[in-house]
């Protein structure tokens, strides 16, 4: 026989829910808590209770829509499923079903969102408002989505399209047919692997040093990854 330890979840941030399951709560909660670390790690700041959040969970996704809406942030694009916002230093989420359709968000595929918005919250305490393609591009480095490598990528979206210009991945990020999210993660990656971290990190400190590193950036980073993993010439118009 063993003993059944019951581990109460101790919330350290705040949660406002009108989900219909109490426990999705601890599990977001959990979640959190076990990401921050490796959050922390990567922009190398310590935890002193600035990175506590005010939670809300919806029940749906609509629901979800329709709260933000309530709260006065009605420009919430459809395909979003969760979202950080500064102004009242909250995450948003909703609860997704236990038998959803295959077009629905399950709730293991959804703990990477969770993650996601937090890299974002994390981020936001830290460096305030700063472009799409730098928060989504961080937060798509380290949430795990491209774990089949730049490489494969290349090969199966990038190199089958023009390279989108830059204007349109600093002013209309996510607007276009393309994926911004593909370029954002390329020009993250090529960033921190061309600065290194700790200068990645003092770089993006600043509007200025930001808009000097955005020139170009996405014709630099596609380049230098098929110079690197692939070595062809890829032809353009
Ligand atoms: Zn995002």
């Known amino acids: 026989m063993c003993d059944i330890i019951i581990m109460d979840v101790i919330f350290v941030n705040k949660y406002i829910c009108t989900n219909r399951n109490k426990n999705y709560q601890e599990e977001v909660e959990k979640i959190l808590v076990s990401n921050k670390q490796e959050i922390l790690d990567f922009f190398n700041v310590e935890d002193n209770g600035q990175f506590n959040f005010n939670i809300y969970i919806y029940d749906t996704i609509d629901d ?9 942030f009605d420009s919430m694009p459809d395909y979003m499923c969760a979202c950080y916002k500064d102004e009242d230093n909250s995450l948003n989420f909703f609860e ?11 709730k293991e595929e959804y703990k990477n969102v969770v993650f996601h918005e937090e890299i974002h919250a994390i981020q936001g305490i830290i460096y305030g408002r700063q472009p799409e393609w730098l928060t989504e591009g961080v937060a798509k480095y380290l949430d795990g989505t491209y774990s089949k490598g ?4 290349l090969d199966e979206y990038v ?13 209309e990020f996510g607007m276009h047919e393309y994926d911004s999210y593909d370029y954002a993660y390329l020009m993250v990656s090529y960033l921190i692997e061309t600065l290194g971290n700790d ?3 003092i770089e993006i400190k600043s509007e200025e040093t930001i808009k000097k590193l955005s020139e170009d950036l996405v014709t630099k980073a596609v380049d230098y990854y098929n110079e690197k993993l692939i070595n062809i010439d890829i032809k353009r118009r």
Do not use: T
């Open 199 to 201: 200068d990645f990190l």
């Open 64 to 72: 979800l829509a329709c709260g933000m809406k309530n709260r006065g």
């Open 96 to 106: 997704p079903k236990d038998n959803p359709n295959e077009n629905e968000w399950s």
């Open 159 to 171: 190199n089958k399209i023009d390279i989108p210009p830059m204007h349109e991945l600093i002013y």
């Open 150 to 153: 730049l490489k494969y990528l």
